[in-house]
């Protein structure tokens, strides 16, 4: 069990995650997660299977970084605000430094002169570390319920 403080602490963490991205802060992604990290997108037929291809896969802090530079300083496309709405986190384990939790997320896409648009939407499978820095995701793995998305997915979901 998760005492209330600790349980606040993730509830703000999934809140903070969500804003940042939705606010474009994008050097603040990888801060939310610890050195020793990974991130995977990944499409929920291959995760079902046991499948390892994922969409987009990082296993470091120094990736997520590099990724961000990428999102923002290489890669040309139409410009676009995602808007997350993520549910409440499930508590599925708790063992001493570590919690595994998961929670259902949707991504909407609005392109300047369009409509919005569901964009992504699936859970999320997360492994989180009390560190000396608060709660950070150890693991983040978004499980994406269609396997059809946009031919290219440049933000974090």
């Known amino acids: 069990m998760l005492d209330f403080s600790t349980y ?13 991205i939705d606010q474009a802060e994008w050097k603040k992604w990888p801060e939310f997660f610890t050195e020793n990290c990974t991130y995977k997108l990944q499409p929920r037929e ?3 299977r046991g499948l390892p291809l994922a969409t987009l896969a990082f296993e470091s802090k120094g990736m997520l970084k590099d990724r961000v530079y990428a999102a923002t300083d290489t890669i040309f496309h139409d410009p676009y605000y995602q808007r ?3 549910g409440i986190p499930r508590i599925l384990k708790v063992d001493g430094q570590r919690i595994e939790a998961e929670a259902n997320y949707a991504v909407f896409r609005t392109k300047p002169d ?13 492994i989180i570390r ?4 608060g709660l950070k995701f ?20």
């Open 8 to 20: 606040s602490e993730l509830l703000a963490l999934y809140a903070d995650y969500a804003t940042a």
């Open 46 to 48: 291959n995760h079902e």
């Open 84 to 86: 997350h709405v993520v």
């Open 114 to 126: 369009d409509m919005t648009t569901p964009y992504n939407v699936g859970r999320y499978i997360d």
């Open 130 to 133: 009390k560190t000396a820095d």
């Open 138 to 157: 150890e693991s983040r793995l978004c499980v994406f319920d269609s396997e059809m998305i946009p031919n290219s997915i440049i933000y974090p979901i």
